[in-house]
């Protein structure tokens, strides 16, 4: 994307983050929320693969880069308080660090949270460099 | 729901808050994502309406109860931080306070912020009374 919108307008939080949700882009699959600041949103419109903030290692957090379970961007939408983001993205391999295609597996049922969800890649194959 | 899940064991920020998206249950489409606190969600589970927690008013904000466009609750997860929280909602009428069907209506085109939705209900008759 050569010009950037205005990032500006956007409302980041005390820590100028923002809420990025990821859908895959045709299936609607939910896939994960993470965060962004400015510089990371930036970067994630400049080079068309998803670039979150890391809160816990408060450094950028180039999703895919161990894994190679990138995120190609569709589109970048927000809401209409502009302080949420919406990621459509092509998503390889799989989103969560669990190995589960998306992050959203545990669903309230019973009086529980309910595995709703199967590992689809061993997670020590995609971070322990077996794969 | 008679039995709630422990919601003790979900993660909520210094504010006692948990981000909640509202994805409709059967299109995928993603409609919204506002905040919930502890309480709201104990309320969400029990009516199976969405009730959120207001930042702005510091209250309850049970969704559609000046404009009945409210959230029938189809499902609630969560992720594997355990917080983030995924409603899949069936939405009566439309999500957004500008009448659009859902709050996600700007898109990052051509350097811009520009509008990809139409605005399906008047939001003065939303709001107004007049409907």
């Known amino acids: 994307m050569d010009t950037l919108p205005d990032l500006d307008t956007l409302k980041y939080n005390a820590e100028g983050l923002i809420p990025a949700i990821a859908q895959q882009f045709d299936s ?3 896939l994960m929320m993470a ?3 400015r510089a990371s949103l930036a970067q994630t419109l400049r080079s068309g693969v ?3 903030w890391s809160r816990s290692r408060q450094a950028f957090w180039q999703k895919g ?6 995120q190609r961007i569709r589109a970048i939408r927000t809401d209409c308080d502009r302080d949420t ?4 993205v092509e998503q390889v391999g799989v989103a969560c660090h669990t190995g589960r ?3 959203f597996y545990l669903e309230a049922r019973q009086g529980g949270w309910q595995e ?4 689809e890649k061993d997670p020590a194959l995609i971070y322990g460099g077996g794969g």
């Open 50 to 52: 998803a670039c979150y």
């Open 101 to 103: 295609h998306n992050c």
């Open 35 to 37: 965060w962004m600041n």
């Open 116 to 119: 709703i969800a199967e590992v």
């Open 65 to 70: 880069e161990s894994s190679g379970h990138i």
């Open 85 to 88: 983001l919406l990621l459509l």
């Open 28 to 30: 609607g699959e939910v």
